[in-house]
């Protein structure tokens, strides 16, 4: 037996999340690789499934958790074998494929990456796909030639998991960070990750003019909306808008005129199909570039019978910085 977050419906389409004990025979037979997982985390997407807040479960009934880091207790995968240390993020799991808010979880050994040397696991799930989304923006960033000499970086959603790992890479590689806050109070830990200034979002999240004065040389957008039209409007000739979230919203009420007039690219970011070559970059790149002390400082660690409600947090927009998940 095994404990697990897990997510049903019953007959009447009534949802459920609740701890419970799963049977290891019940675990899905596709999987080639057990972990025994001793970390998880939570994401917005873990957020969503958890209160059902939109159709992110696709296959009933469900162990919620879309990462997860652990070690490997048996495995028919050519490339991992008994003991290896892994790190499992997006794919699909936790969505279609029970997922690692779990002591146990049985994932496709295509899926897994070795933990980097010098991480933990709970280091790595302090980062979890939030960190690493918000290294694919910075890499995307760089990709496009964006350099610091060029100018401030806006991060939107900035006390969010994905801000505030990003906030705190870009002031290591650099970067003078401006960010959009909906959270005055976290303005001092912000800028102790880094930001120079903290604007208050909703200077960004109401309808502005298609073009505006030109400030920033790139943008890490994670909330859509509004928000991501205005960053495209205030972006300078030549910059760069990475888009990876939707937490104001999924629409994208802008016009092309960032586009066509000031040539201004807006590169979306996906982490959850990223190909394997580009996900172990990235999880090269956070051990290498990411500040230990600073991700220490934005992550807090809670048991498992602790994560529906702080889900239920994060689904309120009350969350700051990243949550660990530990399992016993
Ligand atoms: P969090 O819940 O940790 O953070 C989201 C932040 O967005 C909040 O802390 C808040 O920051 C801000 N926010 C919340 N509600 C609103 C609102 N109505 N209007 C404007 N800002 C708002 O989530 P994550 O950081 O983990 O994820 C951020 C986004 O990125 C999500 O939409 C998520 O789905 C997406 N995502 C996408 C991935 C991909 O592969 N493309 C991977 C990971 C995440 P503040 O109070 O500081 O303004």
């Known amino acids: 037996m095994f404990r697990a977050i897990f997510l049903q419906k019953n007959e009447q389409g009534e949802f459920s999340a609740k701890v419970e004990n799963l049977d290891e025979s019940n675990l899905p037979a596709s999987g080639d690789v057990l972990v025994q997982i001793s970390h998880s985390t939570l994401n917005f997407k873990d957020g969503l499934a958890i209160c059902n807040k939109s159709p992110v479960v696709r296959s009933w009934p469900m162990v919620a958790g879309i990462d997860g880091a652990g070690t490997v207790l048996e495995s028919s995968h050519p490339l991992f074998k008994v003991g290896d240390e892994v790190i499992m993020n997006g794919f699909g799991v936790g969505e279609t494929h029970w997922g690692c808010l779990a002591e146990k979880a049985k994932l496709k050994g295509d899926w897994l990456i070795k933990r980097p040397a010098g991480l933990s696991a709970e280091q790595a799930m302090a980062i979890g796909t939030a960190g690493y989304t918000a290294m694919l923006c910075v890499m995307g960033l760089e990709e496009n ?77 994670c909330v859509g909306s509004h928000t991501l039209a205005n960053a495209c409007a205030q972006t300078k000739y030549g910059g760069t808008v990475t888009a990876c979230g939707l937490a104001q919203g999924m629409d994208f009420p802008s016009s092309v005129a960032p586009f066509i007039l000031r040539g201004v690219t807006l590169k979306g970011v996906d982490s959850a199909m990223a190909p394997l070559a580009l996900r172990q970059e990235a999880w090269r790149r ?10 220490s400082n934005l992550s807090r660690v809670l048991p498992l019978d602790h994560a529906i ?10 969350n700051t910085g990243r949550i660990v998940i530990e399992m016993q």
């Open 145 to 221: 030639g964006v350099k610091p000499e060029q100018g401030e970086i806006l991060v939107t959603g900035a006390s969010g998991g994905v801000g505030t790992i990003a906030i705190a890479l870009l002031s290591k590689l650099g970067f003078t960070v401006v960010t959009a806050s909906g959270k005055p109070e976290q303005s001092q830990f912000l800028k102790d990750l880094g930001a120079s200034e903290v604007l208050d979002r909703t200077t960004l999240s109401e309808p502005g003019k298609p073009l505006q004065r030109e400030r920033w040389a790139g943008v890490v957008d």
């Open 286 to 295: 956070l051990a290498l570039d990411l500040d230990l002390n600073k991700l």
């Open 309 to 318: 409600d702080a889900a239920g947090q994060i689904m309120a927009g009350k």
